[in-house]
């Protein structure tokens, strides 16, 4: 199983940055997919959720009303795309996949993770 994110960069504060994730050797429709992030010296963060068919999604609160996860199954993508940047969303960004049907705010339940991205905003 291979999942491969890229779309990071630096970008300033107030502006946007999409991330895609596309997964491989991996039978896509039935995980759920979500992203993590983690920022130097702090523990790995929930950021979003979409379930296996892509009607329920879920987000951290720290990142609700400017993130918003979405995906294709036809084409085994996972995305989030990123509006009003702040500095505090600084990190690297996991692409993850859960054998569950709405997805999990947990680490400890994801079965496969990406290699990161790093996103960087500045002030």
């Known amino acids: 199983v291979q999942l491969q994110a890229f779309g990071g960069g630096l970008v300033q504060a107030g502006g946007s940055l999409r991330l895609s994730c596309a997964a491989s050797?991996?039978?896509?429709?039935?995980?759920?997919m979500g992203w993590f992030r983690q920022a130097p010296g702090k523990e790995r963060e929930f950021v979003a959720t979409?379930?296996?068919?892509?009607?329920?999604?879920y987000y951290g609160d720290s990142v609700n009303g400017r993130f918003t996860i979405s995906r294709d199954n036809a084409k085994n993508t996972v995305s989030l795309q990123m509006n009003s940047l702040r500095p505090e969303d600084t990190a690297v960004y996991y692409c993850?996949?859960?054998?569950?049907?709405?997805?999990?705010?947990?680490?400890?339940?994801?079965?496969?993770w990406g290699q990161g991205t790093l996103v960087t905003v500045s002030s």
């Open positions: 993850a996949a859960s054998n569950t049907a709405l997805g999990t705010t947990s680490p400890s339940r994801i079965n496969y």
């Open positions: 050797r991996l039978t896509f429709s039935t995980y759920a």
């Open positions: 979409i379930s296996r068919s892509g009607d329920t999604t």
